[in-house]
């Protein structure tokens, strides 16, 4: 059973910073592409952030500048480094990997539980 837990999350002032982790556990053979998600009250979820396999990245426009995915392949973790936030960040972060399992032919899209950010002005 593939487990996504995340952490890292909490309330933060305007300007400030946070770094999100998610560790990934469970008879993992491979990770592809993983990426981060947020969801705020009453808004659709968000793609924030994505780095592929062989480290290359994108962001949303909206955090662009200011977010930094990164990946430890060896450690099965992915970061988001959340620098000059601002109240619009507000929300709940997920993490995604599509992982391929041991005992598994194809690779699925995995969710982690969620951590809230809040961002006071």
């Known amino acids: 059973q593939v487990q996504l837990v995340e952490s890292g999350g909490g309330l933060v002032q305007s300007g400030g910073s946070l770094r999100l982790s998610c560790a990934a556990s469970g008879g993992i053979f491979t990770i592809n592409a993983v990426s981060w998600h947020r969801q705020a009250p009453g808004f659709e979820r968000e793609l924030v952030a994505g780095i592929s396999s062989d480290g290359r990245t994108n962001y949303a426009s909206s955090v662009e500048g200011r977010f930094t995915i990164s990946r430890d392949n060896a450690k099965n973790m992915v970061y988001l480094q959340m620098n000059s936030l601002e109240p619009e960040d507000t929300a709940v972060y997920y993490c995604?990997?599509?992982?391929?399992?041991?005992?598994?032919?194809?690779?699925?899209?995995?969710w982690g539980q969620g951590t809230q950010v809040t961002v006071s002005s």
């Open positions: 995604s990997m599509n992982i391929k399992r041991h005992t598994a032919a194809l690779s699925y899209v995995y």
